[in-house]
């Protein structure tokens, strides 16, 4: 092959910006702009000099390049001699692993000396011919078995998610396990958050507010009520709960509170470190939050997101302290946000900077099983969970 990388002209991209768009520009992938001159007039491959591209390979290596067109410097450009066929030059060097002739890894690059000593080989020229026909012949095969595969795995995605959801949802209306009689109803267990709440607010760890909870109980028409002071209004909850259930406005078993404010070096727990995309940061004062306790995203596009901490430290301050009931079991209430986190996320308040919307998270229904019920829920959540990877 002859190598005409010599006649290759990079331009830069305000030169680019003063030319007409007639002919096309090549880059080390394909077609990157077009300029109104040309230095090619002849079909030619070319095969891409530098970019993460010849380690990834999510595209094409080699391409032929077609018609009038320029070739800046990161397109090797090669010409065929003694019949050689560049279509299947082409899908050779697209079949091939180029590790052994690319340098470094955080700018790859294929010099000209490492592309010259490729290996090809080299089938009689009709051989040559019947190969790209019969690979030109498959690819609307391929084309249509890569748009399947993309929208399975599209759909595996999807349906894994649809199942965890529909999993919550049984979970949150006690259709996930049987109702044990022996294990009583769930009235006592509001009877003591109640308390709990009462106290906590005495001791200042929870404002006055926590404690306007209403009332919802079932009238003897089988319809749900909510009484809030001496006014009583009929409601309507999203589902029908088990008899040894209790019914409570989210407010009745957690409050979002700003934790307790304190100075000394800490570790500060904001959104991306807590998702492991940026590495320590140390404050000198914040809002400090044990290592076990929830926090939970209030301002950003992810409000609503809950996190449970994973070392002592300060939260970062789009968060605030998620305070849930000693009397509740904690995972199912976390997994009863979990299933309305979508909900949260499409109900976000205010334009520049989302907001959780506090009302609507406050107001939503949960229903309460005994407390062993609330264990075994979760149990089988996380079986499902299991079966589910």
Known sequence: ??????????????????????YDYYGASGVIDKVDKYLFDKDLLLIGEDGANLINRSTPIAFIAKGKYWVNNHAHVLDVC???????????????SLVNYVTGTAQPKMNQEKMNSILVTV????????????????????????????????????VKEQLKKSILQEA?????????????????????????????????????????????????????????????TEIEPPFDFP???????????????????????????????????????IAEQGKLVYKGDNI????????????????DG???????????????YEPYVLAFIQFYKETLHNSKKGAAIPH???????????GIPPFQEQKRIVQKIELSAQLLK
């Open 1 to 22: 092959m002859i190598n005409r990388d010599s006649e290759r002209i990079p331009l830069s991209v305000a030169q680019r910006q003063t030319l007409k768009k007639v």
């Open 82 to 96: 003694g019949g050689l066929n560049l279509a299947y030059i082409a899908l050779f060097i697209n079949a091939i």
């Open 356 to 366: 959780l919307n506090k009302e609507l998270f406050y107001g939503l229904i949960i």
């Open 243 to 281: 008899s040894t259930w209790s019914i409570a406005r989210l407010n009745a078993v957690c409050q979002l509170t700003d934790g307790l404010k304190t100075v000394g070096k800490q570790c500060l727990l904001d959104a991306r470190y807590l998702r492991g995309k940026s590495s320590e940061t």
């Open 123 to 158: 089938p009689p020229i009709s051989e040559q011919a019947r190969i790209v026909n019969q690979i030109e012949s498959l690819q609307p095969l391929i084309i249509r078995y890569d748009k399947a595969q993309s929208e399975l795995n599209i759909l595996n995605t999807s």
């Open 296 to 311: 939970m995203l209030v301002d950003g596009e992810n409000s609503g997101e809950v996190f449970i901490v994973p070392q």
């Open 314 to 328: 300060y939260m970062g301050s789009t968060f605030k302290q998620l305070w849930i009931s000693s009397s509740m």
């Open 172 to 232: 949150i209306q006690g259709h996930l396990v049987p109702q044990i009689v022996e294990e009583g109803t769930a009235e006592e267990l509001l009877a003591e958050i109640r308390k709990e709440k009462k106290r906590l607010v005495n001791e200042g760890k929870l404002k006055k507010s926590a404690l306007n909870d209403s009332i919802i109980f079932k009238g003897d028409d089988n319809k749900y009520y909510e009484q809030i002071g001496c006014e009583v």
